[in-house]
């Protein structure tokens, strides 16, 4: 799914209790009642780009990065690694005929708690109703589930239950009948990546997400930019020097429309800032229409930030023209980086820091989000131009995916507090140094 420079967070479970801080006692949870708060390491690890093929011209929409969860499914427990997805509903593991690589697979004979999902139960029948592509029957009439991406990834398997246990089988945490698709097929258009997970965990707000059945009301994450350093935390994160945190709402469409996502978490993009100076995009640019297409979505499952047509022109114009001064631009229209970024700049490989960049700002409603400095331009491993390397500004064109809706990237969340609170409908974030955020958690000295 993801190539080129991969940044892989290692979460390394830190099972905390807050007030004060302790480790937990193994636990049983049933997936109905509400979990005490887990604290999470997350730690980064780059994938030297040599390991990867020389990419075409134009390159498929692809993510370079991924946020990865360590953990173990089963009894007794199997160690797998899932990529933490927030624009995904349904968690699941690859089985042995899945995988490219001879990585340690999930194998459901070795779990005496795994349990498959009939067709016929209320799980199937009722639960799946916000999967894209109805759940169906078997031939051994069990539930079949067909998930698809953005990415042109897909995944097919039928859904089970078994227990999820973080942290180790003796001090950490178990979470009981955890349901989940065990895919025995689908299509990826990297296999290298995806050879380095077991799967994916789906943290949306669709009644299968991981996030939902453990009973989190809320969970936060923050994103270093350095190779280590990062956290996750599931549950309640109330520290007093996180805050301010500004909070947006979440929009909801009760009625289904063809392309809009109810179960995604969706804010509303109110503008978009170079340098301070708002764009004149109207407003009625960043609202869904009548089929839904315009949602802004908020996904750590993608890697950049996507915009729609109109919203696209008028950035990528502003921005070309505050740096026409500093940086040379890449004459090559035949060049995309992942098929939706067309604006790229040619600096020379010796040069060991960017000029200064225009920050760029997302306006949402009662919050922003401000990119600023080396996270506005991504250098695109094995791109040579002469003696110049090939840098992309880090916004695309969602049209040229196609996509239709902003997605607002992890890339661009990084040294961002970002809090999903579920029971008020909003998303809250601060800027803070993850790296710092991370000390004050001892995870890190």
Known sequence: MKVLFFLTLFLNFVFLLYQPLKCFSTSNFSTQNPSPMLILALKTQEIPSESFPRAPNKLPFTHNVTLTVSLSVGTPPQNVTMVLDTGSELSWLHSNSTRIKKQPVFDPTRSVSYRPVSCSSPTCTTRTQDFSIPASCDSKNLCHAVLSYADATSSEGNLAMDTFTFGGSRSGSNFSDVIFGYMDSGYS????????????????????????????????????????????????????????????????????????????????????????????????????????????????????????????????????????????????????????????????????????????????????????????????????????????????????LPIEAYIVGHHHQQNVWVEYDLEKSRIGFAQVRCDTASQRFGLYR
Not at 194 to 216: E, H
Request: charged share 15%; with cysteine; proline share 6%.
């Open 189 to 400: 258009s990297n296999s290298d990546e995806d050879g380095k997970t077991t799967g994916l965990m789906g943290m949306n707000r669709g009644a299968l997400s991981f996030v939902t059945q453990m009973g989190f009301k809320k969970f936060s994450y923050c994103i270093s930019s350095l190779d280590f350093s990062g956290i996750l935390l599931l549950g309640e994160s109330n520290f007093t020097w996180v805050l301010p945190l500004n909070y947006t709402p979440l929009v909801e469409i009760s009625l289904p429309l063809p392309y809009f996502d109810r179960v995604a978490y969706t804010v509303q993009l109110e503008g978009i800032k170079v340098s301070d100076k708002l764009l004149p995009i109207p407003k009625s640019v960043f609202v869904p229409d009548h089929t839904g297409a315009g949602q802004t979505m908020v996904d750590s499952g993608t890697q950049f930030t996507f915009l729609l047509g109109p919203a696209y022109t008028a950035l990528r114009n502003e921005f070309l023209n505050q740096t026409m001064a500093t940086l040379k631009v890449l004459e090559d229209q035949n060049f995309v980086f992942q098929g939706a970024m067309d604006l790229c700049y040619r600096v020379p490989i010796n040069q060991t820091r960017l000029p200064a960049l225009p920050s760029v700002s997302l306006v949402f409603r009662g919050a922003e989000i401000t990119v600023s400095g080396e996270r506005l331009l991504y250098r695109v491993p094995g791109e040579i131009r002469g003696k110049d390397s090939v840098h992309c500004f880090t916004f695309g064109n969602s049209e040229l």
